[in-house]
Nanobody
Framework: VQLAESGGGLVQPGESLRLSCAASGFSFGAGATGWFRQAPGKEREFVAARRWTTGATYYEDSVKGRFSISRDTATDTVYLQMNNLKPEDTAIYYC??????????????????WGQGTQVTVSS
């Protein structure tokens, strides 16, 4: 099983990016996908997650209304659309896949598989 993120880059504040997470040897549909990020000198933190079986979606407070998580079932690719980006969104973004329970869906231990990360830099 492998996950691969892509779509990161350098943008100015207020701009948008769409991150992709593609899986091989695994289907997202049976579980949940989470997006996490890690800024320099900080721990990896929760950003967003969605449980595909129920549609239940979770967002970290600072990204609510700006980020959205979705999935293209035809290609089994999960996206994180990030709008109105801010400098504090700068981090390496990781996608995780697994079958977390409600109490772990916002935590690292809720996910079994991880990608290698993609860098997002927001700077003027």
């Amino acid at each position: 099983v492998q996950l691969a993120e892509s779509g990161g880059g350098l943008v100015q504040p207020g701009e948008s990016l769409r991150l992709s997470c593609a899986a091989s040897g695994f289907s997202f549909g049976a579980g949940a996908t989470g997006w996490f990020r890690q800024a320099p000198g900080k721990e990896r933190e929760f950003v967003a997650a969605r449980r595909w079986t129920t549609g239940a979606t979770y967002y970290e407070d600072s990204v609510k209304g700006r980020f959205s998580i979705s999935r293209d079932t035809a290609t089994d690719t999960v996206y994180l659309q990030m709008n109105n980006l801010k400098p504090e969104d700068t981090a390496i973004y990781y996608c995780g896949a697994g079958r977390p329970i409600t109490s772990t869906i916002r935590t690292l231990r809720g996910y079994t598989y991880w990608g290698q990360g993609t860098q997002v830099t927001v700077s003027s």
